[in-house]
């Protein structure tokens, strides 16, 4: 066991700060969705995640797991500016999405998060027919063509493997279906607007382990199209859907006690499962805490 | 077989005796009591406007005009005021009911914590205490006094009386809804105005239409605005609600209770009786509205 008495300054970094790690997968690696580098999430006076360089890859599931409080979250969500809507959130650091600054001036937020989508913890269809929950992406981006909307309800909800179990009941409400469905909803009303990116926190915490195993079979399916991140605090799951983790840890400043969020370690979830390099890594994995 | 398990002791499921269980029955008895204690006014005075005025009601009751009051029951009706109360509530909600919920919607989305937000918030919560009585003084000094007794002034001071209340009611409904459902709508790229009027308001809809229709039914009983600014005392209707005195069943109600005629009396009733039925109309309406808006909601 490390000691637990550390402090920020003699931090390990992951890997040199101007330099984020790409350890290679097998075959190619996809084309850089988001360039993060030493990133640190403030909300108000508290910092809640310090210096975090990671880069994302296209087509590609990305686990971020780590123990409650380590920050998985708030980066996730910084990734689509939801963290604009808490206020006193504020963002430092270099962070590029397919070349663009996401927090460079004149980036609308509303402008990111139709190419960079999320489902929740919590699912959280709207009161709404499952058919508008759908279609409420489509139109809010102007799409009016009844046939159109039709089409893409349709398609949507099929890659959400949910088609079959609603095709009938479409105007029926989002929030008649079971936890697992509600998810899967959620999901279907996210790629409904076609997004390059999905952001996912921690999507089946709430849900049985047969609906969790139908959400992950969709992540694989989804991988093809689309870039996934996925937070998440079952490390089976990681090891089961990612092709990447990343492993945040909650660093505990020595004499103040101030509590912030620092990326460990990332690379292959292979390598990060079975080889890691940083003790606090391997603790966690193995179930020795975090 | 049964007697094998006769040994067993029977596990004792009932609630143990004493204190607790005294307590739980004095409770229960209390809020037993109370119920009864609540329902027995509001009975009496359903069942003794109904037995006064039921008879008097018909058609041409609600319909013709005013009698002089010496009149016996069988002659004339309510007609002016029953259309005066329909003309002033409506002119009272059209004004009042947007104009609080969009004042909710600023307070609860918009406003959030700042202290513009916080200084609307209070003064809406200072009107709801405001005596309609000093309302109707208010419209009095401020529009009457130029422009004379009119429907439309009696609508002003029923709107200012609605609007705290359809401020109040409609923020509770909009801060009701799940933050989860807003974060829903943003991470689909939506504005903050789209996410409101697509997501927010439908999801508080329910809530805030029979919110609003309580504080319709509270203003279409209020009397003592009215003085100051409609009038009443006239025999004939008053088709045009923007000039001219109007009456309305609460005046009517009062006027006629004070009068020493039997005939004016019984008519007084009956207009008491009328404007209950409106009440529940609208009450009833309400839970319509509001099934039919909630019903995605379940």
Redesign the interface.
């Known amino acids: 066991m490390e000691e637990p008495q550390q402090t920020v300054t003699n931090l390990p970094r992951p890997a040199s700060a101007s330099q984020p790690p790409r350890t290679q997968l097998d075959g190619p690696v996809g084309e850089t969705i988001f360039d993060v580098r030493n990133v640190s999430i403030w909300y108000g006076a508290f910092k809640a995640v310090t210096d975090v360089s990671l880069a994302i890859h296209e087509n590609e599931i990305t686990a971020f797991i780590g123990s409650s409080g380590s920050g998985k979250t708030t980066v996730l969500r910084s990734f689509n500016r939801m963290n604009d809507l808490v206020p006193g959130a504020r963002v430092d650091g270099e962070m590029n999405y397919r070349g663009q600054a996401l927090y460079g001036g004149g980036v609308s937020p509303t402008a990111v998060r139709r190419r960079i989508g999320m489902v929740f913890q919590k699912p959280n269809p709207f009161p709404k027919s499952i058919y508008d929950n759908v279609a409420y992406g489509p139109r809010i981006n102007g799409e009016r063509n009844k046939a159109k909307l039709n089409e893409i309800v349709e398609r949507s909800l099929r890659q959400a493997a949910l088609w079959d179990e609603v095709k009938n009941r479409l105007n029926t409400s989002g929030l008649s279906l079971s936890g697992g469905q509600a998810q899967r909803l959620c999901i279907a009303r996210t790629i409904a607007v076609e997004p390059d990116v999905v952001l996912m926190d921690e999507p089946a915490s709430a849900l049985d382990p047969i609906a969790t195993g139908k959400i992950e079979d969709l992540m694989r399916e989804l991988k093809s199209q689309y870039t996934i991140i996925i937070v998440t605090h079952n490390m089976q799951q990681a090891t089961r859907v990612s092709d990447r983790t990343a492993f945040f840890s909650v660093l505990t400043e020595g004499d103040s006690d101030t509590r912030t969020g620092v990326l460990v370690e990332y690379g292959p979830t292979e390598q990060i499962f079975q080889d890691p390099t940083d003790p606090r890594t391997q603790a966690y994995v193995t179930g020795r805490m975090g | 077989m049964a007697a094998d398990t006769g040994q067993q002791r029977k596990a004792d499921l009932r609630e143990p005796a004493g204190w607790r269980r005294a307590k739980n029955r004095i409770a229960t008895i209390l809020m037993v009591l109370s119920f009864v204690v609540v329902i027995i006014p509001l009975g009496f005075v359903l069942v003794t406007v109904v037995a006064k005025g039921a008879s008097i009601i018909s058609w041409s009751f609600l319909t013709s005009s005013i009698p002089p009051a010496v009149l016996p029951a069988n002659f004339g009706g309510i007609g002016p005021a029953v259309l005066g109360t329909i003309e002033i509530v409506a002119l009272a909600t059209v004004m009042a009911v947007p104009l609080g919920i969009l004042g909710a919607i600023y307070l609860n989305e918009y406003g959030?914590?700042g202290l513009l937000a916080r200084f609307i918030g209070f003064l809406s919560d200072v009107m709801t205490g405001v005596p309609s009585i000093i309302m109707g003084l208010f419209i009095y000094s401020l529009w009457v006094v130029h422009f004379g007794y009119s429907g439309l002034a009696g609508a002003f001071a029923l709107g200012c009386l609605m609007l705290p209340v359809v401020i109040r009611s409609s923020y509770e409904m909009l801060r009701l809804v799940?933050n989860?459902?807003?974060?829903?709508?943003?991470?689909?790229?939506?504005?903050k105005a789209?996410v409101t009027m697509?997501?927010v308001l439908?999801?508080a809809l329910g809530g805030i239409v029979s919110g609003s229709l309580l504080a319709v039914a509270r203003a279409a009983g209020e009397t003592a605005p009215l003085i100051f600014t409609i009038l009443g005392g006239l025999l004939s209707a008053n088709t045009n609600p923007f000039s001219g005195a109007n009456t309305a069943l609460p005046l009517q109600i009062f006027s006629n209770a004070s009068q020493p005629y039997t005939g004016a009396q019984a008519r007084g009733w009956g207009a008491a009786l009328t404007l209950i039925a409106i009440a529940f109309i609208l009450m009833i309406v309400a839970r319509i509205v509001t099934a039919r808006f909630?019903?995605?909601?379940?």
Do not use: F
């Open positions: 959030g914590n799940p989860t459902l807003r974060e829903g709508a943003y991470a689909l790229g939506a504005t789209r697509t997501v439908p999801a909630s019903r995605y909601s379940r």
